[in-house]
């Protein structure tokens, strides 16, 4: 299972924070349509899905915006869990172990794919394999500092990662 992070993981919401911030949800869907995936994700989802893998979004957000980008992309993502699914949001694992139990996943065999120090601490308190992913980040050190078990600087260099780890598994 690879469980992605949506905002600047899958999406550059950079444009949008500051409506993100003040959780103005409505605004934030307005400006969906412009917010740019990051180039490479459209194919990685694509290749993991074929490859059997189940794919899930966790994010600190409500569902919707993920949703509409998983309607509008046609992203074969099995599972969203948003704001509104856990009552406790990350870094605590809660939305993990449920996207997880949603798709009868174990942590040895699951990729939590993120941007922020609160990514790998959630993956660590889930138990699953810990990706920073740096592309969308104006600066790294926090997330280097974090220590995840391996991080990209690319989209591509991810999917090479996960072209190898998953030819191993199969």
């Given amino acids: 299972m690879i469980i992605f992070d949506f905002d600047q993981t899958l999406v550059d919401t950079s444009s949008v924070e500051h409506l993100r911030a003040a959780r103005n949800w409505k605004a934030v869907m307005a400006q969906a349509s412009r917010l740019p995936v990051y ?59 449920l996207a997880m139990s949603k798709a009868g996943a174990v942590p040895d065999h699951t990729y939590h794919v993120g941007d922020q120090a609160q990514d790998t601490e959630a993956s660590r308190g889930a138990g699953v ?8 980040c104006a600066e790294t050190s926090e997330l280097e500092g974090s220590k995840p078990d391996v991080m ?17 598994a199969n």
Avoid: C
């Fill in 39 to 97: 180039d490479g994700i459209n194919e990685l989802l694509q290749e993991l899905h074929h490859s059997g893998q189940t794919i899930a979004i966790v994010t600190k957000s409500p569902d919707m915006v993920p949703k509409a980008f998983v309607k509008a992309h046609g992203w074969p993502i099995d599972i969203v869990i948003g704001y509104h699914h856990v009552k406790n949001r990350k870094p605590d694992p809660e939305g993990l172990l």
């Fill in 129 to 136: 394999i810990a990706i920073g992913s740096a592309w969308g």
């Fill in 152 to 168: 990209f600087a690319s989209v591509a260099a991810l999917r090479e990662y996960f072209r190898a780890q998953l030819g191993k």
